[in-house]
């Protein structure tokens, strides 16, 4: 079961200002969001509340009302990888993850700053975020490379503010991918009807420096590919006949037009 996620605010000063207490705890929420989104699949259904808050430097533990999966652990270590100057991404940290993370930098500036943020797991072994937070970060999200292509998974997750977005569940590597799409009421209107169906999009396909896919931008077009139940059903190494009645062995001596 997940213990709950701990983070201490050091100011750099004698006291944590109340906009810095509030903007800390904005942020870490917006974070562990991301992440166990991507750990749970499920956007907004468990929710975090706070476990314990004490001391004059805040200390706050938060914890999911449900603890089914090892968000805390997920975070944590995502949180170790991107300190120690990786390139590559953290496992279940999406590219809105990073940027929330990258964020946190604001934190480090202006009057009241954080002089540094220490996140735990209800106090142990200690993973230290400090003003450095945004170059880190940006050093992953400067890798990478695109192609154009397509991707397969389930859409959900859709966000008409702004530039309106959706967010699949891509086939192959299990992991959430936003996509970005034109702002009209056609392109609306076809999301909204696709919206929790097997979908194959396709645009310029952003991709982190380790081969995962990050975002689809660019998008040229979007297909429904749920699969058709009452198409011939294959099994490993087998070769199926267009009207689905023989087996593999007989429709490839019919094939050969062998007698057997």
Not at 17 to 31: D, K
Not at 142 to 159: D, I, Q, R
Request: hydrophobic residues 40%.
């Amino acid at each position: 079961m997940d213990k709950g996620l701990t983070f201490a605010i050091h100011p750099d000063g004698q006291s944590v200002s109340v906009e810095l207490f509030y903007e800390t705890i904005g942020a870490v929420h917006r974070l562990v969001q991301d992440v166990d989104y991507a750990v749970a699949k499920e956007w907004g259904v468990r929710r975090w509340v706070i476990e314990e808050l004490r001391s004059s430097i805040p200390t706050i533990t938060i914890r999911p009302l449900v603890d089914n999966v090892p968000t805390v652990k997920a975070l944590l270590s995502g949180l170790q990888v991107v300190i120690h100057d990786s390139l590559e991404p953290p496992g279940y940290f999406t590219e809105e993850a990073l940027q929330h993370l990258k964020g946190m930098q604001r934190l480090f500036s202006g009057r009241g700053r954080a002089k540094r943020l220490e996140f735990s797991e209800n106090g142990s072994q200690k993973v230290i975020v400090t003003a450095d937070i945004g170059a880190k970060v940006e050093r992953i999200l400067k890798g990478g490379y695109w192609n154009l292509g397509s991707l397969e998974g389930t859409l959900e997750a859709v966000n008409l503010h702004g530039n309106p977005t959706f967010t699949i569940w891509d086939r192959v590597s299990k992991a959430p991918i936003r996509c970005y799409f034109p702002k009209d009421k056609e392109w609306k209107e076809s999301v909204k009807r696709l919206l929790e169906k097997r979908v194959l999009v396709a645009g310029r396909i952003n991709y982190f420096i380790n081969g995962m896919p990050r975002s689809i931008t660019q998008i040229r077009s979007i297909e429904d590919a749920t699969p058709d139940p009452s198409s011939p059903k294959a099994t490993f190494g087998s070769i199926i006949c267009k009207e689905g009645s023989r087996d593999a062995v007989a429709f490839l001596h019919d094939a050969r037009g062998e007698r057997w």
